[in-house]
């Protein structure tokens, strides 16, 4: 049983809680969504900086939770149908036999095994996924009619880079400068 929850605790905490934004400006990025308005969507990324992107740069929002949510929700049903199908042959088997086997109740606690572990994935994929759709909802309501949204440019999904001086040194400020005692970002 220690293995079985070690498994459901590894898929849950496996789900991601970053949107993969796919822009038609640039190659798309993985960042949290914060929040959004008609007019941008607004990204926290991993260093806690925050980015808005307007409508016309955003090709599509690919939002976390989804497949998984998906995958559990498989299985749980996998593992319904199993235990279900476990109570229709034991009532008959019962009926004519007059008892049940050992191998027929190990069949019942792999459906109940199994319903469980998919919701242990589903429920929390779901929550997430709900999570991010519901901090872009104002931005998707507005959105313009696809025809009118430039495609996505192709490639990998990269992290927001954290906002640094220009490499090339026209900023006079030092990026590994300690910032002044009672500065907060």
Request: charged residues 15%; contains cysteine; hydrophobic residues 40%.
């Amino acid at each position: 049983m220690q293995n079985v929850m070690a498994v459901a605790l590894a898929l849950t905490l496996g789900c991601a809680t970053t949107a993969t934004v796919h822009r038609t400006d640039g190659s798309p990025v993985e960042a949290e969504i914060e929040s959004s308005d008609a007019a941008a969507l607004h990204l926290r990324g991993p260093s806690g900086n925050i980015v808005l992107l307007g409508q016309y740069r955003v090709a599509s929002i690919d939002h976390p939770g989804n497949v998984m949510a998906l995958i559990g929700g498989c299985y749980a049903g996998a593992g319904l149908l199993t235990f279900g199908s476990w109570l229709l042959i034991e009532r008959s088997s019962a009926a004519k036999n007059g008892g049940p086997n050992g191998l027929s109740g190990l069949v019942g606690a792999a459906g109940i095994a199994e319903t469980v572990i998919g919701l242990a994935v589903f429920v929390p994929s779901l929550i997430t996924w709900e999570r991010s759709r519901a901090r872009a909802h104002a931005f998707e309501a507005a959105r313009p009619p696809g025809w009118l949204i430039p495609p996505a440019v192709p490639g990998d999904a990269e992290p927001i880079a954290p906002i640094r001086p220009p490499p090339d040194g026209t900023d006079d400020e030092d990026p590994d400068k300690k910032p002044p005692t009672g500065f907060h970002r």
